[in-house]
């Protein structure tokens, strides 16, 4: 790292976004400037990059970023075979469903998952070429998988297989970046907070203002920097306001809750299949266990729409993370600190999800209807995920002219954005890290973001 702190990227936010820009950063073998991360809370991953479900696509994805998302999908194929990621934080390839059980809502949409509530499986459309698992997986007779209820009346349709999709254990992945950074002097400050800017003589950004979030002391008040990256999820739109209070358009990134719980049952007691030796390659390289996701419209029972991850983690135990059910800004109000999201569980919205859970697999006698509840909850969670008014992340550097803060700053620091990535966010993680890292080291980035920069994706406020 070098000794001339002038020259540091700042990085606000601890995310898994923030996490991967400064594990590109610090992996480059030419960089050589101090990386500071702020996170605001006492402790990382309290959000979406702790709670989320982990699910992993190539090619579901608007054009727009489309060749992000196919990057992105490869450095997590790269990054697991590097480190030992199946180990570590239980990457391992996807088999994808959509199913439709019997008394499907009159008039349920499957155009829009996330503004309607409906699977994200009508990102790629449903396809029905057949059943994707290899030679031995044991299935139910109507070919759902055996740790499922068999539903009566319901279609069960592929949607995409391994090759093309995945699953990680979100946090585990997080506290890998995050270790691999520390060791290579990457600084964390915690309970921190930028609140404005620091500026020379002419007007030129060089620094930013740090407080404390908990009446503690923490660390210098000021950092020096060159660069400054928000990459704060949902709090993004928060800290460039008061970072730059005359800032000339606003970045139109809204919170998006929603609740999810993990829990294992009996019937799913060892891996879903080990790809016998020799087909490997038709999945992924070394993965020898392969998950599963499943996606199901609205019902009768239900208004909204489940989405079920299976899988073996990085412990070699089998669990299962339901989640889908979702709640706007209205509804829930966006909290001060990533930390203060549990007081927002909504014990409603986990009744709900523990319903979702025991009809798709719960115990389910021969002669009964109704599935018994002989689950075991892990955790029970909420997070914000930060979603764009066009629907696909801004990244990018924003333009000095429109920061409001003097006519000089083109010799100052850099401002840049990472952020509105919605439920994509631990897919498209390492494809923004990647790029990010290309812009912030002033090369060409490896795919072309002139659809994401934040010119086009902000608004107004004039």
């Not at 999820?233 to 990134?253: A, D, M, V, Y």
């Not at 801004?394 to 100052?412: A, C, R």
Request: net charge negative; glycine share 10%.
């Amino acid at each position: 790292m070098s000794d001339n702190d002038n020259d540091a990227v700042i990085i606000l936010g601890g995310g898994v976004i923030g996490l991967s820009i400064a594990y590109y950063l610090s992996k480059s073998p030419d960089f050589r400037r101090r990386i500071h991360i702020i996170d605001s809370a006492p402790r990382l991953l309290e959000s979406a990059s702790g709670y989320a479900g982990g699910f992993l696509a190539r090619d579901w994805f608007k054009p727009e970023c489309a060749a992000l998302g196919d990057l992105s999908f490869e450095l997590h194929r790269q990054v697991a075979d590097e480190h030992g990621g199946q180990r570590r934080w239980g990457y391992a390839g996807s088999h994808v469903y959509s199913m439709s059980l019997q008394g499907e809502a009159e008039g349920s949409r499957v155009e829009d998952w996330l503004l309607e509530g409906t699977s994200r499986a009508a990102a790629v459309g449903r396809r029905t070429e057949g059943h994707v698992s290899a030679p031995g997986e044991v299935v139910n007779g109507d070919g759902t998988p055996a740790w499922m209820v068999t539903q009566d009346g319901a279609s069960w349709n592929v949607v995409s297989g391994a090759e093309d999709c995945a699953q990680v254990e979100p946090r585990r992945l997080c506290e890998f970046l995050h270790e691999e950074c520390r060791q290579r002097g990457v600084e964390v400050h915690l309970s921190s907070r930028a609140t404005g800017v620091v500026m020379d003589g002419d007007g030129s950004i060089v620094g930013v203002k740090i407080t404390s979030t908990d009446n503690q002391p923490c660390g210098p008040r000021s950092l020096r920097c060159s660069d400054i990256v928000v990459a704060a999820g949902c709090w993004t739109p928060r800290i460039i306001e008061s970072l730059f209070p005359r800032n000339r358009t606003k970045i139109e990134i809204d919170p998006l809750a929603g609740h999810s719980i993990l829990y294992r049952t009996p019937r799913y007691a060892k891996p879903f299949m080990n790809v016998a030796h020799g087909q490997q390659d038709k999945f992924h390289g070394k993965d020898e266990n392969i998950a599963y996701a499943i996606y199901c419209p609205p019902t009768e029972s239900w208004s909204w729409a489940p989405e079920a991850y299976a899988r073996l983690n990085a412990d070699s135990k089998p669990e299962i993370w339901v989640g889908g059910l979702n709640h706007d800004g209205t509804v829930l109000l966006l909290p001060e600190l990533a930390t203060d999201t549990k007081k927002l569980i909504s014990r409603e919205s986990l009744a709900e999800l523990r319903k979702v859970a025991v009809t798709l697999t719960g115990l389910k006698a021969t002669d009964s209807q109704v599935a018994e509840d002989d689950l075991e909850v892990e955790w029970e969670g909420l997070c914000f995920r930060p979603v764009s008014r066009t629907g696909v992340p801004i990244i990018g550097q924003i333009s000095p002219k429109d920061l409001g803060v003097g006519f000089h700053n083109t010799l100052g620091a850099k401002v840049w954005v990472a952020s509105g990535h919605g439920p994509w966010g631990i897919s498209l993680s390492l494809g923004t890290g990647a790029v990010m890292g290309d812009l912030v080291e002033g090369r060409e980035p490896r795919v072309d973001l002139s659809a994401l920069k934040p010119e086009s994706r902000m608004g107004s406020k004039l």
